[in-house]
């Protein structure tokens, strides 16, 4: 055997052990086996839990376990929400590259952009208007709807002399209107809307017995009931009632003054407190008629005229000492008769419909375009 190859293997086997020893104890042999060396424990060494606990080494003990470096945190990500680069930060991530190792420019990220606003519903429609346009087109139609209730109202009353000369179909008709338009009311509280009950309202139709008398007298030959108005103030809370009845004469006015007191935002209970008679007015000149129908007759005024003109002049000086009088009022007394009430039940800018002690009273404001149809 080669030498070298002997000190070589010589190198790699464990030194021989010692001999046992035996010692002698009186009569007793006592025999004792070397105990094997055993490597000094590593400082600081640490056994590892579970089923790691060290790597034996070539004499059969096991090794510590290295210990393992702490974890580190993962180091921060400069990308913002959507992976790109945050350039406000130090830090950059890695330059791209291609498929040949070279580095690469990256591709630009188009910006995203809003989505269009899309004009269509759920089903894929044209969207609802507004509720605003929708408002006012009803409002509109509302409007035009009473306005063409009015003129149909005004139609209907006119010739029929404030109701004295209206048949039992033109009342029928009347009422179906009126029924129409109070239905419709654009003004809920009258009372409170002072800017449009305030002002001088002009009669053009009624129902109310009370006013029958001055109808009946404008019905007579020769004379005719002009005008019956009712004048609202609502800062002296005054009524004032006038009529003027005209004859080829003369003409006489007299009215009655009342105060009110607010009941509902609807109604008012009136007080009459006193009548005044105007002067009347002569009429310098004594105009007649051709002709006038009294109870279905035609009676012929041209020979009456002829002994009127000598007339003429007697009745100019009599209007002239007349006119300029103070009127002459007549107190009413405070009974049941002059109390009444009044309830406004439809009110816009220029008409009005009222009911009062079972009567009803339809009027236009002065100055209404409405009056040109009468």
Not at 219 to 236: F, G, M, R
Request: some cysteine.
């Amino acid at each position: 055997m080669d030498p070298s190859l002997f000190a070589a293997a010589s190198l790699l086997l464990p030194p021989p052990s010692p001999a046992p020893t035996i010692r002698t104890s009186g009569s007793r042999l006592t025999f004792r086996l070397p105990l094997r060396s055993r490597r000094p424990p590593v400082a600081g060494a640490r056994r590892n839990k579970g089923h790691g606990r060290g790597i034996p080494d070539e004499w059969g003990d096991r090794s510590p376990s290295v210990p393992e470096p702490p974890s580190q945190p993962d180091p921060p990500i400069d990308d913002d929400e959507w992976g790109r680069d945050d350039p406000s930060s130090g830090n950059s991530r890695a330059p791209v590259t291609d498929e040949w190792g070279e580095p690469g420019v990256p591709e630009p990220q188009p910006t995203s952009e809003a989505d269009p606003p899309i004009n269509d519903d759920e089903w894929g429609g044209d969207p609802a208007p507004d509720p605003a346009p929708v408002q006012d087109d009803a409002d509109a139609d509302a409007d035009e709807r009473r306005e063409e209730l009015k003129r149909c109202l005004v139609d209907t009353v006119y010739g029929s002399d404030l109701g004295i000369r209206a048949s039992t179909e033109v009342r029928g008709e009347v009422m179906e209107l009126v029924t129409q338009l109070e239905a419709a009311n654009p003004t809920p509280a009258p009372v409170q809307a002072t800017d449009l009950l305030d002002g001088n309202w002009i009669l053009i139709y009624t129902a109310y017995s009370e006013l029958l008398p001055i109808l009946v007298v404008g019905e007579a030959p020769l004379s005719k009931v002009e005008k019956i108005s009712q004048e609202i103030d609502t800062k002296s809370m005054t009524i004032v009632n006038a009529s003027t009845i005209s004859t080829p004469f003369a003409s006489f006015s007299f009215s009655a003054t009342a105060s009110f007191d607010v009941q509902s935002p609807s109604r008012i209970e009136v007080q009459f407190k006193e009548g005044s008679f105007q002067p009347p007015e002569i009429s310098s000149s004594v105009d007649l008629p051709a002709q006038v129908d009294i109870f279905g007759q035609k009676i012929s005024f041209g020979p009456v005229q002829q002994v009127l003109n000598p007339l003429q002049q007697a009745f100019a000086s009599i209007a002239g000492s007349i006119s300029g009088q103070p009127p002459l009022k007549v107190p009413i007394p405070g009974n049941n008769r002059a109390r009444s009430w009044l309830l406004t039940t439809y009110l816009d800018k220029d008409f009005r419909i009222s009911r009062g002690d079972g009567g009803l009273f339809i009027l236009v404001k002065e100055g209404s375009s409405l009056l040109d149809q009468l």
